[in-house]
């Protein structure tokens, strides 16, 4: 953290509740986290889903404690995700509402969430994957009700209620020039052109096949092109896996050099801020996502012990 700071890097983790709820004895995640990074993403609390169990109650116990543990503890706060196609709540059928009252839905919940936490979420991730993998746009029930426009009013309502926060468009698979990040470029362009108010984009940067991704090259190259824009880049998700078929044989010494070249990559090209999805390994969503690839992808391994990883990113600061 002290590094970081010494750097103006912005080295952040994201945590759920699991910290808080299923292990309320157990204080390490939350040490760890305020120990070693200066910065904090909300997990899964603020996703539509979780935070919204019924459809007129908002649980906000879990954003908030993971907030309050950010602003307590001087982490930059980074709220994810106002609007995403993805872990919506089981009630929540779009097919039910006119094209009209999703649009008021969608400002509702805008100004509900980004409201609350203004002056306290730092950086939102205002819209969350709105491109799908061939560059185009993906159907989802906000774009069938409203087209792009509701991107440009998502970010136009986050601004309303949440004016000093950072508002960032955030996405896989774009971490270098391909045809999805080609589409991502292309909106975002779209965007400022209609004087959407946009800071950044956010890379989520998870190498599933880490020998096989993105190389520091291609994300140079990537990032310089939104800089270009007059965008802030951030890397905002990231994880470091291997194929299961494949595993490098001293696959930490791997993916303590990737690390380490991604983020010289991004310092060297004007990105400032670097997130990791979650702690410790233990806390790993891949460890249900996908069978097929290595599960221990953080920096610190499941007893809170800092892994190569973590020394490599040491060293270069
Ligand atoms: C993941 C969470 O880590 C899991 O716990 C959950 O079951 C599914 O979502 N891109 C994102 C994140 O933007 O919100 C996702 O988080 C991982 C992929």
């Known amino acids: 953290r002290e ?98 009252q999703l649009r008021e839905f969608l400002r509702d919940h805008i100004h509900t969430v980004a409201g609350r936490y203004r002056g306290k979420v730092d950086v939102w991730d205002v819209v969350n994957e709105a491109v799908a993998d061939d560059g185009t746009m993906r159907e989802t029930a906000w774009y069938d009700a409203m087209g ?17 926060a950072d508002l960032f468009y955030n996405d896989y698979g ?59 880049v951030h890397v905002t998700e990231m994880d470091v896996a291997y194929d299961r078929e494949n595993v490098p044989e001293d696959h930490l010494e791997h993916q303590a050099q990737y690390y380490r070249d991604i983020l010289e990559a991004c310092l060297d090209n004007g990105c400032d801020t670097l997130v990791t999805w979650g702690v410790h390994d233990t806390a790993s969503w891949l460890r249900n996502y996908d069978q097929t690839i290595t599960d221990d992808p953080l920096l610190f391994d499941e007893d809170f012990d800092p892994k190569p990883a973590y020394f490599a990113i040491k060293d270069l600061l």
């Open 3 to 100: 590094l970081a700071d010494k750097n103006d890097l912005t080295l952040g983790a994201s945590i759920t509740a699991d910290a808080f709820r299923t292990y309320p004895d157990d204080p390490a995640v939350a040490q760890t986290l305020t120990r070693e990074f200066n910065a904090v993403t909300t997990g899964n609390a603020l996703k539509m889903g979780p935070l919204r169990p019924e459809r007129y109650t908002y649980n906000f116990e879990d954003a908030d404690a993971i907030v309050n543990l950010g602003v307590k503890n001087d982490l930059l706060v980074r709220g994810h995700a106002l609007v995403w196609h993805n872990q919506t709540p089981g009630w929540f059928y779009p097919w039910e509402y006119t094209d009209d």
């Open 148 to 164: 792009e426009e509701y991107i440009d009013l998502a970010f136009q309502w986050a601004n309303e209620v949440a004016p000093e």
């Open 174 to 232: 774009i971490d270098e020039i391909n045809e999805k990040a080609d589409g991502v470029y292309a909106l975002l362009e779209r965007l400022l052109d209609r004087g959407v108010p946009i800071d950044g984009v956010g890379l989520q940067m998870h190498a599933f096949r880490a020998q096989e991704y993105v190389t520091p090259e291609a994300l140079g190259e990537n990032i310089r092109r939104f800089k270009d824009l007059g965008l802030d």
